[in-house]
Nanobody, 130 residues
Framework: EVHVEESGGGSVQAGGSLTLSCTISGLMFDEFDMGWYRQAPGSKCDLVSSIMSDGEVYYSDSVKGRFTTSQGNGKNTVTLQMNNLKPEDTAVYYC????????????????????????WGQGAQVTVSS
């Protein structure tokens, strides 16, 4: 059984930093593509960053220059370092992984977790106060 778990969310003041970690276990394949998504209250799910099996990294314009995605110490751990956080970064952050054919797509209803399409964590709350 595949298990995806985020850790490291919390609350911080604007300008502060947080690190999210995503650990993936039980995959049947050695390599995977993985994405970080977030959903703020009343908003649809957005992809903010991804790291592909070939090492290519993507950032949305809203986080470019402030967030860094990298492979963690373990092969199946990916971290999202978030610096210079802003109140608009407040959201539930999700990680999701799939085979090396592209990161999972969010649910068509605007939510993040799309059951049956990729492997999703349950989310971690990040709150940034002004």
């Amino acid at each position: 059984e595949v298990h995806v778990e985020e850790s490291g969310g919390g609350s911080v003041q604007a300008g502060g930093s947080l690190t999210l970690s995503c650990t993936i276990s039980g995959l049947m394949f050695d390599e995977f593509d993985m994405g970080w998504y977030r959903q703020a209250p009343g908003s649809k799910c957005d992809l903010v960053s991804s790291i592909m099996s070939d090492g290519e990294v993507y950032y949305s314009d809203s986080v470019k220059g402030r967030f860094t995605t990298s492979q963690g110490n373990g092969k199946n751990t990916v971290t999202l370092q978030m610096n210079n956080l802003k109140p608009e970064d407040t959201a539930v952050y999700y990680c999701a992984a799939d085979s090396p054919a592209g990161v999972p797509l969010p649910a068509p209803d605007g939510g993040c977790i799309f059951k049956g399409f990729g492997y999703w964590g349950q989310g971690a709350q990040v709150t940034v106060s002004s």
